[in-house]
């Protein structure tokens, strides 16, 4: 307060001269179309600039809120997609698909791990498969109400079945590199050629068939003649944002067969 009162008497005179410049437009501005014209077209345009940039925060700080509707379509157009225009081979099984943030992950090390923000509460269960709008990411292996744990491709223990399109099956595992995997032991009459289609090949109540990489080059094995591939991961692992998880519709009618018969 004493430094308020400081700065007022110090200044008293020039605060004065502008309060009586400033009443003075004002009074000539009533007398005067010109002058009133141009103090309201000033002023309007400061009171648009405020409305557009108080707007503007409201638009960022609303992103997030755009961004998880934009997931939930995202879902629900990919059920859509891959109940009607699943590869060949793809079983005709249907998912629920459930939008997850990535909240943590590596991407570094020999076993990564990726951390998503659902989990039971959403119908989260270890074993489901994951997937991004990009191709396969992984199966969870734990879940919390809220949390669930994922085990990616990017781990020692990440690999899966796989099949290239229209050709045989191998199986497909980490290179070691983000970008990168190794598919082996495709059968000698289905040699893979680049630019070849790679899809996941897990059981029914994981996940569909989805796109996991193209095909770089290949070789033989002198020892039975089966082929192996470098392949180009589809899935940018580096920089995961959204993932989904994916829910298999006739898991409880499955698990009750597969109950039956032991």
């Given at each position: 307060?004493?430094?308020?009162?400081?700065?007022?008497?110090?200044?008293?005179?020039?605060?004065?001269?502008?309060?009586?410049?400033?009443?003075?437009?004002?009074?000539?501005?009533?007398?005067?179309?010109?002058?009133?014209?141009?103090?309201?077209?000033?002023?309007?345009?400061?009171?648009?600039?405020?409305?557009?940039?108080?707007?503007?925060?409201?638009?960022?700080?609303?992103?997030?809120?755009?961004?998880?509707?934009?997931?939930?379509?995202?879902?629900?157009?990919?059920?859509?997609?891959?109940?009607?225009?699943?590869?060949?081979?793809?079983?005709?099984?249907?998912?629920?698909?459930?939008?997850?943030?990535?909240?943590?992950?590596?991407?570094?090390?020999?076993?990564?791990?990726?951390?998503?923000?659902?989990?039971?509460?959403?119908?989260?269960?270890?074993?489901?498969?994951?997937?991004?709008?990009?191709?396969?990411?992984?199966?969870?292996?734990?879940?919390?109400?809220?949390?669930?744990?994922?085990?990616?491709?990017?781990?020692?223990?990440?690999?899966?079945?796989?099949?290239?399109?229209?050709?045989?099956?191998?199986?497909?595992?980490?290179?070691?590199?983000?970008?990168?995997?190794?598919?082996?032991?495709?059968?000698?009459?289905?040699?893979?050629?680049?630019?070849?289609?790679?899809?996941?090949?897990?059981?029914?109540?994981?996940?569909?068939?989805?796109?996991?990489?193209?095909?770089?080059?290949?070789?033989?094995?002198?020892?039975?003649?089966?082929?192996?591939?470098?392949?180009?991961?589809?899935?940018?692992?580096m920089n995961l944002d959204w993932v989904y998880v994916c829910q298999f519709k006739g898991k409880e009618e499955l698990d009750t067969l597969k109950l039956n018969m032991e």
């Amino acid at each position: 307060m004493q430094q308020l009162i400081l700065f007022l008497s110090r200044y008293r005179n020039n605060l004065l001269l502008l309060a009586l410049l400033l009443l003075a437009v004002v009074r000539h501005s009533f007398k005067n179309p010109v002058s009133e014209h141009w103090i309201n077209t000033v002023g309007t345009g400061l009171a648009a600039t405020f409305t557009d940039a108080t707007n503007g925060w409201k638009i960022y700080w609303s992103l997030e809120e755009v961004n998880d509707e934009l997931a939930r379509e995202n879902a629900v157009l990919k059920a859509a997609m891959w109940s009607n225009s699943a590869p060949e081979f793809a079983a005709s099984s249907e998912y629920d698909y459930v939008p997850a943030k990535v909240i943590d992950h590596s991407y570094k090390k020999v076993n990564n791990y990726i951390i998503i923000n659902a989990g039971k509460r959403l119908g989260v269960q270890p074993g489901m498969g994951v997937i991004s709008a990009q191709g396969w990411v992984g199966i969870v292996s734990e879940s919390t109400r809220n949390y669930a744990y994922i085990l990616p491709f990017t781990h020692s223990k990440g690999g899966i079945g796989a099949r290239i399109e229209g050709k045989g099956l191998g199986q497909l595992s980490w290179s070691g590199s983000v970008e990168t995997a190794l598919l082996n032991d495709i059968e000698r009459e289905f040699e893979p050629k680049p630019g070849d289609s790679i899809y996941s090949y897990t059981r029914a109540e994981i996940a569909p068939p989805v796109l996991t990489g193209i095909v770089h080059s290949a070789s033989q094995s002198e020892e039975d003649l089966s082929w192996n591939a470098k392949v180009n991961l589809t899935t940018d692992f580096m920089n995961l944002d959204w993932v989904y998880v994916c829910q298999f519709k006739g898991k409880e009618e499955l698990d009750t067969l597969k109950l039956n018969m032991e």
